[in-house]
């Protein structure tokens, strides 16, 4: 149950961003919505709010008091939206600008990692298919080639071949001109949701992946019952606490507060965890996996939205206006 402590009319008036502008805008709709009606199940003066319909500078005029980011992707995953909330004073979920925008980038993201010691694939970034082949080269198949700043595995291709490398950075660089290539760790796929700020931070249960065919794209992600959610994990003994513990590991290297979900791979062979990204506004769909991993705990939906709009704040919590 959540924290009994939490006085929901304490909360004020609260906006529930969702939809925007970037390419996950369907799935940012069904997540906000979600919330929207779990936290007015649960008595809070929650309203719905689309910054690709309005402008953000109405949140102040309107009095909203606090924010619940239920954005993905660009313009709202990435630092952006988190530096004009800043500017209003009007406290919001999930990390602040700086960890926003570094997450989102997938490139910056590896790089603090690696010199933290913490475990990621190999990768090269690149800009035309020749050098996305020359990556291939060097990183063997099968390959991954990914948009930087982009998620839901949108833009994303599986090269298997040379004669693939061509088709795939084009996909990918049609969705952001930056481009990545990436090793394929063969293996189970897991993600780890994190809770709370700090000190209080503490990593949930593993939940482990089975899409059909090991294909988790985006039909399997959110629109078919197919893929299948183990939690319980099922992982040998010892390696889901190993998981959490590199998981939390790297939210903290991130500066990462309020919540998050990394998404990790363990090699079959060496049954080695290898980070992939981190998702600071997770999805909250009825395909999505901090709630499934919430509920393992006892949390229901409801509670975690509430939990999460209760942690609600900003890089400056001196700016927050007068009367929130």
């Known amino acids: 149950m959540v924290d009994q402590m939490i006085d929901v009319k304490a909360l004020g008036k609260v906006a529930v961003l969702m939809g925007g ?68 004073g009007i406290p919001y979920t999930g990390p602040g600008v700086m960890a926003s925008s570094v997450a989102m980038d997938k490139l910056m993201t590896k790089r603090i990692w690696l010199a933290e010691g913490l475990p990621t694939p190999a990768w090269r970034q690149v800009h035309s298919a020749e050098e996305t082949l020359a990556a291939f080269e060097a990183l063997g198949a099968p390959m991954i080639v990914k948009p930087v700043r982009e998620g839901s595995t949108i833009g994303l291709t599986k090269v298997m071949t040379a004669e693939q490398c061509e088709a795939a950075y084009a996909l990918a660089s049609s969705q952001d001109p930056m481009v990545m290539c990436e090793q394929f760790i063969d293996g189970d796929e897991v993600t780890c949701p994190v809770l709370g700020t700090d000190a209080q931070a503490r990593a949930l249960p593993v939940i482990r992946i089975v899409a059909p065919d090991g294909n988790y794209d985006y039909q399997n992600k ?27 590991k790297a939210y903290r290297t991130l500066g990462c507060r309020g919540w998050a979900r990394a998404d990790v791979m363990i090699d079959r062979r060496t049954r080695r965890p290898w980070l992939l990204e981190i998702n600071t506004s997770p999805g909250m769909t009825g395909h999505s996996l901090v709630p499934m991993s919430a509920r393992a705990t006892g949390l229901s939906y409801e509670d975690l939205c509430v939990q999460v709009l209760a942690g609600a704040a900003l890089d400056n919590p001196s700016a927050i206006r007068s009367g929130a």
């Open 222 to 248: 959110y629109f078919t019952d197919d893929t299948k959610y183990l939690v319980p994990c099922g992982l040998p003994a010892g390696e889901e606490e190993a998981i959490q513990a590199i998981v939390l």
């Open 21 to 88: 502008r970037s390419a996950e805008r369907e799935v940012s709709l069904m997540s906000g919505n979600g919330v929207l009606a779990a936290l007015r199940a649960r008595g809070v003066d929650a309203h719905a709010f689309d910054p690709a319909e309005r402008r953000l500078d109405e949140l102040a005029r309107e009095g909203f008091d606090r924010c619940f980011i239920a954005l993905h992707g660009r313009f709202g995953e990435d630092g952006t939206v988190q530096g004009a909330l800043e500017l209003l």
